[in-house]
């Protein structure tokens, strides 16, 4: 009975490791009831079913059924209480974060299809959402970036688009490695 709840608690805490990497899925592509069914609720109702679990079978006299009955609902405050998290501060704090437009963007590779000399824009073609893009570009150093380079998007303002060449963005990349 001690492994079932030890296996409970590394398995909450693995599904909670997951949740702070990859987040919450933001579109709702389910019922109302069913966004409450997520990582973050599951890994905290998993750990501490564990955590609860494991000294009442290792120290306690209680039986099975009592040793479950407890763990269980620790795991059921466990949820509530990441529920009430989620519903009472971190949906609402998401939704006062907007996004700014101009980087939504950022760091996506393009190819300069016009050249960008100083003074006068270029064009830079690249893919978003499986289409092919095109927009006015400027370099971000005001220098001269001939058609075919490799550049990556720092921001997109006025319909202007304002570029890097990826060869300096892979110099920074390599100093940091």
């Known amino acids: 009975m001690t492994l079932l709840f030890a296996l409970f608690l590394v398995a909450g805490l693995l599904v909670g490791v997951v949740a702070m990497l990859g987040g919450i899925d933001r579109k709702q592509r389910h019922g109302a009831w069913v966004k409450y069914l997520n990582l973050p609720t599951a890994g905290a109702a998993a750990a501490l079913f564990g955590i609860v679990g494991y000294p009442l079978a290792k120290y306690s006299s209680l039986g099975t059924a009592a040793t479950l009955a407890i763990a269980g609902a620790s795991a059921l405050a466990a949820a509530a209480g990441m529920v009430a998290l989620i519903a009472g501060w971190a949906v609402p704090s998401a939704a006062l ?81």
């Open 97 to 177: 974060h907007v996004e700014d437009p101009r980087f939504a963007l950022q760091g996506n590779p393009a190819r300069v299809s016009r050249s960008i000399s100083t003074g006068h824009p270029g064009e830079i073609a690249f893919e978003h959402d499986g289409a092919r893009r095109t927009v006015p570009a400027v370099a971000l150093e005001g220098a001269s970036i001939a058609e075919g380079t490799e550049v990556v998007i720092e921001r997109i303002e006025d319909g202007i688009a304002y570029v890097e060449l990826w060869s300096n963005i892979e110099r920074e990349l390599e100093k940091l490695s």
